[in-house]
């Protein structure tokens, strides 16, 4: 029998739960206070003499400036994807030149973008702090987005169409549509693309926040430059405290964050019947059995959710438009052609400007970009077959068993974000004793930057597999061969191929530190596309470096066209979930 409450019992539990409130609130105060002093550091004269101390007392520091870099770097990222993915997919047109153009921008190395970014933004703020710092932001970015377009778009492609019809009949508008149908359609894989996109930033970390451009040195004060600083010194002490920060920023970003979001997502998955086994968060149930956020949420927060309903839903009348309008509907036609003349005023613009740019090249250096292309193209090749054979089944057994998730994708988090040059020194000093040095050791680089979009892509691909199917398929018996070949496989293919298409432009965009790399104040290189792009960077030899990119985005691009966009177009159209 359940004793009544006293007052003394009453009181006490409304302590507990004040002290619970206020923690929480605590919290975000010191955050707050934490981002708001950080950020004070990025304004100032740039001190282009900075020296990255290796010393252990400078990490807390160097820690906070990184995360807030890679906070406003993710923030930019997510609403570029959601705005570039949902133009691609509402309008014909423009996905006949944005998807293409994806494709280029995901293949392009961050070292690519680093010269032009950096110059703009000093030339925009001369002398000053922040154009550095806004060009890191911009250049950890350039390694976030593309991989969570790519899921979003393919999302919003693959919404059942029995879906998309029973939103036409409600009438929804454009606004209710995506909110209520699309949004939630991709909630899923966005969610952990993000967690990939955000491993993608700690990879590239090092070669963004210290670099070279011609005779100048840019360094940021920051974890990555604490790293590169500690590993060209050969100082495996520093290394190893960098790396232990690193592992603990991630777990506690995993625990804090990434999970309460996939346990939230779960509720955006189709089935009719309820998952026996679904991901798990003490955060996100703190955070639904709190008081005071529940007081917020209806008070503040839902009635300003009405209210901007409403004002979108007067904005935006009913449309009984299909996914892509047709070209006679005249606003989308209009829309379409300005798009399109807009476009191809700036690719012309930029042809003629590349031409003026590549005519100063001799065959000896067009030798060198097509040689180290086919290097390249044979490393990359090899990094994503060794990818494959184990990050399919692992990422199903990840993605179908939630307390295997709880344990294991920590882990591959941690995988995922060191960056390959942190761990360099180990693994050369490895390949020496063992033979084979860099031509071996750029491959092993290499898939550091490629499995984990293929494993990500994997895990979301078996999580959105309704249960009720595996449910059907144990009562039919099927063995483990025919549950992979009837169900597992056709229910992650377009989610697999998706993280093909960003893995090979990962494996390519990997190269530039996997073929190049800075150890105990030396370079050590091999033959390849990336050493062209890097050592081009370092001497600002700009016509070399355009070549090497182009080269690099038309094998990325026609290979995607020729061999993953086919397949692409199967899993849209063969391995589409109907209900």
């Given amino acids: 029998m359940t004793r009544p409450l006293t007052p003394a019992n009453q009181t006490l539990n409304r302590i507990g739960w004040t002290w619970q409130d206020g923690l929480l609130l605590l919290l975000i105060f ?8 950080t950020g004070s550091q990025f304004t100032g004269p740039f001190d282009a003499s900075l020296k990255i101390s290796t010393d252990l007392s400078v990490l807390p520091g160097y820690t906070a400036q990184t995360l807030v870099r890679m906070a406003i770097a993710y923030f930019l990222s997510l609403s570029f994807t959601l705005i570039y993915a949902y133009i ?15 494709d280029i921008l995901q293949s392009i190395p961050v070292l690519s973008f680093l010269p032009g970014v950096v110059l703009a933004l000093i030339t925009l703020f001369p002398g000053q702090q922040i154009g550095v710092e806004l060009a890191a932001i911009l250049l950890i970015f350039t390694g976030m987005a593309w991989n ?3 899921s ?3 999302s919003l492609c693959s919404i059942p169409r029995e879906l998309k019809e029973a939103a036409r009949i409600y009438r929804l508008n454009l606004w209710q549509r995506f909110w209520t149908l699309e949004l939630p359609a991709g909630a899923i894989g966005l969610v952990w693309n993000s967690v990939m996109s955000v491993a993608g930033g700690w990879f590239f970390l090092i070669a963004i926040e210290s670099f070279t451009l011609k005779d100048k040195d840019f360094r940021l004060p920051g974890l990555g430059s604490f790293l590169a600083t500690a590993a060209s010194e050969g100082n495996f002490w520093a290394i190893g405290w960098g790396l232990a920060v690193l592992v603990s920023i991630i777990l506690i970003i995993d625990f804090f964050v990434w999970r309460p979001l996939i346990a939230w997502a779960e509720k955006f998955k189709f089935q009719t019947v309820e998952a026996t086994n679904a991901p798990q968060s003490a955060v996100l149930d703190f955070l639904r059995r709190s008081p005071t956020l529940r007081i917020i ?5 839902q009635p300003l959710q009405s209210a901007v309903d409403r004002g979108l839903v007067r904005a935006f ?3 009984n438009l299909p ?5 006679r509907f005249a606003p989308i036609r209009w829309l379409n052609w300005l798009f399109v003349s807009g476009a191809a005023i700036i690719v012309l613009w930029g042809t003629w400007e590349a031409v003026l740019l590549l005519r100063v090249l001799t065959l000896a250096d067009w030798q060198k970009v097509i040689v180290g292309a086919v290097l390249t193209a044979l490393r990359v090749i090899c990094a994503l077959a060794l990818s494959l054979v184990w990050t399919v089944p692992v990422g199903v057994a990840i993605g179908r068993n939630p307390r295997l998730a709880q344990i294991l994708q ?3 988090q941690i995988a995922a974000s060191v960056p390959a040059t942190a761990l360099f020194p180990v693994l050369l000093l490895a390949l020496i004793h063992v033979g084979g040095g860099l031509q071996i050791g750029s491959i092993a680089l290499m898939m550091l930057g490629t499995m984990w979009y293929i494993l990500f892509n994997v895990i979301a691909g078996a999580q959105a597999i309704p249960a009720e199917l595996f449910e059907a398929a144990f009562v039919y018996k099927l063995s483990i061969l025919e549950r992979w070949r009837t169900l597992i496989l056709p229910g992650i293919f377009p989610y697999l191929i998706t993280g093909i298409i960003t893995a090979v432009g990962g494996a390519w965009n990997a190269s530039i530190v996997s073929e190049y790399v800075h150890f105990r104040g030396q370079v050590v290189t091999t033959i390849g596309l990336g050493e062209t792009i890097s050592q081009a960077t370092a001497t600002g030899n700009f016509p070399l470096l355009l070549a090497a990119t182009t080269v690099m985005s038309v094998l990325v691009v026609l290979t995607n066209r020729l061999v993953w966009r086919p397949l692409y177009k199967l899993a849209q159209e063969k391995y589409q979930l109907l209900i």
């Fill in 152 to 154: 979003f778009y393919q």
């Fill in 317 to 319: 009348p009913v449309s």
């Fill in 410 to 412: 920590p882990l591959v």
């Fill in 297 to 301: 949420s209806e008070r503040f927060w």
């Fill in 30 to 37: 010191v955050m707050a206070v934490a981002i708001v002093k």
């Fill in 88 to 102: 691609a997919y509402r309008f014909s047109l423009a996905a006949l030149i944005l998807i293409p153009l994806l």
């Fill in 148 to 150: 969570m377009i790519f």
């Fill in 323 to 327: 996914a892509n309008p047709p070209g």
